[in-house]
Structure formats: structure tokens, C-alpha cells
């Protein structure tokens, strides 16, 4: 029977509200090549890496480039990224999480993080958080990307846990379907009507005890 041994948690916009600066960035990029991106056609883009988004992107704008301009735009979009991401603190953590993860502690629960981006240490580094997860798999050690359930396995392998041992925290379509095709319990972050297929979906963290999440193993 399985059992709560392992949380995995997504980084943008699950532990810190990064998903807003991604999509700033993605926005401006769009609009310098004449076209709109609306919140909706965002959701295609969450947990889906940088050269993916762009291509993404280029298909919603019905635009064609060659490699070259490409890999030049996803470096602009970074650079824009990260400049946005300077104005955060660790404070912009998102509520309830650094909590949760202290009833994750006192329960004996490993944390790890499983997120496409290459960012995800700097970012880490930036909220004061590297240090809270037993493991840190990030787009810099996937070759498959989500929804390829590649970064929670190995999470889960790195925790040394069965995949069905773990809950996922993801706020990304392409994340809920990485779970659960990893074999994970795969709990949403966000809104119900987006991401089906979650065995939960939650608001946020706040007010979230650790009773709720393990019932999903009852
Ligand atoms: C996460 C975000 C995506 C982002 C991807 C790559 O999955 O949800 O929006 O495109 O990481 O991030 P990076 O920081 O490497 O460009
Ligand atoms: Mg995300």
C-alpha cells in the first residue's frame, strides 16, 4: 500500500510567484513580433522549457525564425526574466508554503523540487530557500520535459522513494500530466477548471495541513 514518504514540488508559481515574470517576459517578446499572448494561451507555456515556450509562442503568432534568431530571442527573454525576478525577496514566497513545509519536516516527509527551469537555483538562492529540499531536479538534468514524468522520477529516485510514495505540487497542465504519468499523486495549484485531472486541486498553501494531503492515500 502506498504512503506519504515524499513532497515534489514545482518552483514557479507553486513556491514563489515567478509564473507572473515568465509571462511578462514572454509577453513583451510577443509584442515586439507583433502579435498578443493571452492568460489563456499562458497556460500552454507553464512548466513547458524556454526553447519549447518559444516555439509555442512562434506558433500562436504565426511566425517563423531561423535557429539562430531563436536562440537569440530565448536569451533576451531570460535576460528580461531575470531582471524582473531582481525586484524579488524572500518574502515573496508564496503564502503558506514555508509553513507547510515545516509540517513536511516535523512528519519525517522529504522535500524535493522538479522544475523545467534552468533558473531554479539562482532563483532558490535568491528567496533564501536552496536549502529546504533534500534534492533540486531542474532543466539543467532533463532531457525529456514535462508532461515526460522525467523530473519527478528523479526526484523520487534521488529521495530514495516509490513514485507512488509521493505527491506533486504543480500549478502547470503539462506538470499535473508529468505526475501523474510518473504514477504520482498529482495535487493542482490554482484553478479547479484548468487543472483536471488533479487528485486535488488547491488555492495555495495557506491554511493547508498536512491531514488534508495524506488523506489522498486513505
Ligand atoms: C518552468 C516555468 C516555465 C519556464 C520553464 C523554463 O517550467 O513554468 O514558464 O519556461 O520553467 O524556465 P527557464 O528559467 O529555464 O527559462
Ligand atoms: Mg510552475
Known amino acids: 500500500m502506498s504512503q506519504l514518504k515524499a513532497c515534489l514540488f514545482d518552483l514557479d508559481g507553486v513556491v514563489v510567484d515567478t509564473a507572473q515574470f515568465h509571462y511578462a517576459a514572454w509577453k513583451s517578446l510577443a ?14 507555456l507553464k512548466g513547458v522549457s524556454r526553447m519549447e515556450s518559444l516555439d509555442i509562442i512562434l506558433e500562436i503568432g504565426n511566425v517563423k525564425l531561423d535557429e539562430g534568431t531563436k536562440q537569440r530571442m ?8 531575470l531582471e524582473l525576478c531582481q525586484q ?9 508554503v514555508r509553513d507547510f513545509m515545516d509540517q513536511l ?16 537555483r539562482l532563483i532558490l538562492a535568491h528567496i533564501n530557500m536552496l536549502d529546504r529540499f533534500a534534492t ?12 515526460d514524468p522525467e523530473t519527478f522520477l528523479l526526484g523520487a529516485q534521488d ?10 505540487f504543480e500549478d502547470a497542465v503539462a506538470g499535473i500530466q508529468a505526475a501523474k504519468n510518473g504514477g504520482m499523486v ?19 498553501f495557506e491554511d ?6 495524506q488523506y489522498l492515500f486513505e
Open 88 to 96: 524579488m525577496t524572500p518574502e515573496d514566497v508564496l503564502p503558506g
Open 74 to 81: 530565448a536569451a533576451e527573454k531570460n535576460q528580461h526574466y
Open 31 to 44: 509584442n515586439q513580433l507583433g502579435f498578443d499572448l493571452t492568460p489563456e494561451q499562458n497556460e500552454q
Open 208 to 213: 493547508l495541513s498536512l491531514a488534508t494531503i
Open 105 to 120: 519536516v516535523a512528519a519525517s516527509i522529504k522535500i524535493g523540487l522538479g522544475s523545467a527551469s534552468k533558473n531554479a
Open 186 to 204: 498529482a495535487v493542482g495549484v490554482g484553478d479547479p477548471a484548468v487543472l483536471a485531472g488533479s487528485n486535488l486541486v488547491i488555492t495555495g
Open 159 to 168: 529521495l530514495g522513494v516509490e513514485p507512488t510514495d509521493c505527491v506533486v
Open 136 to 147: 533540486i531536479v531542474d532543466g539543467t538534468r532533463i532531457t525529456k520535459g514535462k508532461p
